[in-house]
């Protein structure tokens, strides 16, 4: 069962997952963090600025959960770009250390495999940072995935396209695949932490956290993990 810590406010959440994520990395300079992307976990990345000012992070090592297949890297919205804009760069990280999954078209046929031998060859992930889709999706893998699935490609959902529409010029600019850590990859981690904020979040949260296990719910997975930690505000958990 996840433990669940209802907050007043994402800026209390970050600090919570933060303080978290600052003992690891004190207790082990090289922790393996799990990064997510979207607007959800900004809070957490904002909190680590402070709470990491300091202390050594040269070591730290990042595995961001998915990227768009056939973006340009430079592409302000590619997951690349956002994990160096939001975490490598404010942080402080080495970008070296910092890995995204590879949407390059031309080598997109190993990407998977290439990426979970990097997750396997820094020793697993310590901590996973996860959001939550509209969809129940947690990185991008949308529903009907299988709970053993490792790191491939995947369709976009059209809600999903619709929600991130937002970082783009139009939803015809969002693109239609991704590369995403399989819920297989996931569960792998050592300690999830899953944040959700807002009333948009309410129902996905609820059957993530209480509905039954189901891969038409892939955040129902994380009922499967046995170190969870599911931060969320009174909106997002209305419906718990
Ligand atoms: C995005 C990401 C997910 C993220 C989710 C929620 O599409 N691929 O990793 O958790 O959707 O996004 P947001 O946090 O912006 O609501």
């Given at each position: 069962m996840a433990e669940v810590v209802i907050v007043e406010s994402p800026a209390e959440a970050g600090a919570l997952a933060a303080d978290e994520i600052a003992r690891l990395i004190i207790h082990r300079p090289d922790t393996v963090l799990g990064l997510a992307t979207g607007s959800t976990p900004l809070p957490v990345y904002d909190a680590l600025r402070d709470r990491l000012?300091?202390?050594?992070?040269?070591?730290v090592r990042g595995f961001a959960l998915d990227e768009y297949v056939?973006?340009?890297?430079?592409?302000?919205?590619?997951y690349r770009a956002v994990i160096t804009r939001e975490v490598v760069e404010p942080l402080g990280l080495d970008a070296a250390r910092v890995q995204t999954p590879n949407g390059d078209l031309a080598t997109i046929e190993h990407a998977g495999e290439d990426y979970e031998r990097a997750i396997a060859d820094a020793g697993g992930i310590d901590l996973q940072i996860l959001g939550i889709g509209?969809?129940?999706?947690?990185?991008?893998?949308?529903?009907?995935?299988?709970?053993?699935?490792?790191t491939r490609v995947k369709t976009l959902v059209e809600q999903t396209r619709r929600d991130n529409?937002?970082?783009?010029?139009?939803?015809?600019?969002?693109?239609m695949h991704c590369i995403t850590q399989g819920l297989g990859t996931i569960l792998e981690a050592r300690h999830l932490v899953l944040l959700a904020f807002g009333a948009g979040k309410a129902d996905a949260v609820a059957r993530a956290v209480e509905?039954?296990?189901?891969s038409s719910l892939?955040?129902?997975?994380?009922?499967?993990?046995?170190h969870v930690t599911v931060i969320v505000d009174d909106a997002a958990a209305s419906r718990l």
């Open positions: 000012a300091g202390l050594d992070v040269s070591q056939g973006i340009d890297p430079a592409h302000p919205e590619s509209t969809s129940g999706h947690i990185g991008f893998n949308e529903p009907g995935s299988s709970f053993a699935s490792r529409a937002r970082f783009f010029a139009s939803i015809d600019d969002v693109p509905g039954p296990v189901t892939p955040g129902s997975a994380i009922q499967l993990h046995p």
